[in-house]
């Protein structure tokens, strides 16, 4: 009987959507919006409303078209009258996207309700979303297989399963349709050709899924925790006592052996910190009773705690002694974010970035301070020269690296001076006074 309840509901649904006019200039109703999963049509329509209400933080284009000519959406959401951070730093990136299996839609519901989140309540003044629109880019492709969608299918036109497309491990499981080589579908190749040229640096990367209430992180190929293990455990644990009792397993031991996924791409390839989220299943309904808003909200406020705290999804190394002696360097190096990193290492440089020395390799776990000791053979300090820390954001090789200044201020020299000059900030002070005695003198002779 409930069944029977559904049915008569979702058609009463459909006949007041059966014909949708594609137009930025008419929304769906929200009655609608709430219980009706989108089709390429509606989702066209919402987009363009919310570029032309938005037009400060929403920018829509197409990255691609699918198999059967459908454009593949793009929102990327930001306060854009600002470039960077207040503070003049790079903003973080957040890399969404959903509906890679057509027939899981509440997977690409929640995509479009994490970009509503964001752009509705920044036009509704929510303090929690300007701030994050300020520091933070969104980039959100809320239904990558449009016609699989519009289908009510899995698979893509070409009967492919794009979640086993991607080059990473392709066709290395007992995978289902992983098609005819890696990036083969028109679709799945627009979304990595968008990951490595316009967020390459991404922070996040969440795609989104249907099938049983997990989060799954890599690897899907073999049952070890990855290299970055510390991080996603991190945010299972703060997930779990906090916000939600979902469960946050690798996606080998957590659901089955999979390979070629979009997952696995964005953490093996681009170094990505990468989750799935599968949401509670309902793949053969095209609408639900019970509201979305309503249905997602705890998977919601899980999005919402991964994009608010983007900033520690990586290692963050802030430098705060550093002396260099007879013996060695010897620092203090705090990780202020959530992510190991196994590489780093300190470069000395002139003042045209050229670089003059490198130090070994050391490591720091993540949420640590560690006290540094290294050696210091054929360094030779310059008038000029500048220090800088040089390391990978996460400890996946495929990382981004970053170098950043070490403050000149605590760096301290106590050393006999044998085969090294002073640093650059006492260089320059012992010249200042040599040169000031100099010229008293020649006045005095004058």
């Known amino acids: ?14 006949v007041t959507t059966a014909s949708p006019i594609v137009t930025a200039q008419i929304g769906q109703p929200d009655i609608v919006q709430e219980h009706w999963y989108h089709s390429y049509a509606t989702l066209t329509l919402d987009l363009n409303e919310w570029a032309d209400d938005y037009p400060e933080i929403v920018i829509l284009f197409s990255i691609g078209q699918t198999e059967l000519g459908r454009e593949i959406w793009m929102l990327q959401i930001s306060d854009w009258s600002q470039e960077k951070k207040p503070d003049g730093t790079d903003k973080e990136v957040a890399y969404i996207d959903g509906g890679h299996h057509g027939n899981e839609h509440l ?31 969104l980039h959100i492709l809320i239904m990558l297989n449009a016609d699989g969608n519009d289908f009510d299918t899995r698979w893509n036109i070409n009967q492919v399963d794009l979640n086993r497309n991607y080059d990473h491990y392709w066709n290395t499981c007992d995978s289902t349709q992983p098609g005819s080589s890696a990036f083969s579908e028109s679709e799945t190749l627009a979304n990595s050709i968008y990951m490595n040229e316009v967020v390459s640096d991404a922070d996040l990367y969440v795609t989104m899924h249907t099938g049983v209430w997990i ?34 397993r690798n996606a080998n031991q957590g659901l089955y052996p999979n390979c070629g996924t979009s997952r696995d791409y964005g953490y093996g390839v681009m170094g ?12 053969f309904l095209l609408g639900t009773v019970e509201a979305l808003s309503d249905r997602l909200g705890e998977e919601l406020d899980v999005m ?11 290692a963050r190394l ?20 959530h992510a190991s990193t196994s590489n780093a290492t300190f470069h000395y440089s002139d003042s045209s970035g050229n670089l003059l020395w490198h130090s070994e390799n050391f490591g720091v776990n993540a949420t ?7 050696g210091i053979k054929n360094l030779s ?50 010249l200042s006074i040599i040169t000031a005695a100099i010229s008293r003198k020649n006045l005095s002779i004058d």
Not at 272 to 283: A, G, L, R, V
Not at 393 to 412: A, F, G, P, Q, Y
Request: a negative charge; glycine letters at 6%; aromatic letters at 14%.
């Open 215 to 248: 989060m799954l992180y890599p690897w899907g190929k073999w049952p070890e925790q990855p290299s970055d293990w510390e991080l996603f455990h991190h945010i299972r644990d703060d997930v779990n006592d906090n916000i939600s009792e979902i469960p946050i």
């Open 368 to 374: 640590n301070q560690s006290e540094i000791t290294i």
């Open 304 to 314: 919402r705690y991964l994009v608010q705290n983007i900033w520690y999804w990586r």
């Open 1 to 14: 009987m409930s069944r029977l309840w559904v049915v008569v509901v979702l058609t009463s649904l459909l």
């Open 272 to 283: 990505f910190p990468t989750f799935t989220f599968e949401t509670d299943d309902e793949q």
């Open 107 to 137: 997977g690409t519901e929640l995509a479009f309700l994490t970009a509503e989140y964001y752009i509705e309540g920044w036009g509704d003044g929510l303090q929690e979303v300007i701030d994050i629109l300020q520091t933070t880019e």
């Open 381 to 430: 300090l310059v008038g000029d020269g500048i220090w800088t820390v040089h390391y990978q954001k996460r400890v996946i090789d495929s990382s981004t690296w970053v170098e950043e200044l070490i403050d000149e201020s605590i760096i301290m020299i106590n050393s006999s001076g044998k085969g090294l000059l002073p640093a650059p900030s006492l260089f320059i002070y012992f």
């Open 318 to 337: 802030v430098v705060t002694s550093f002396e260099i002696t007879d013996n060695g360097i010897v620092a203090d190096v705090s990780n202020l974010g």
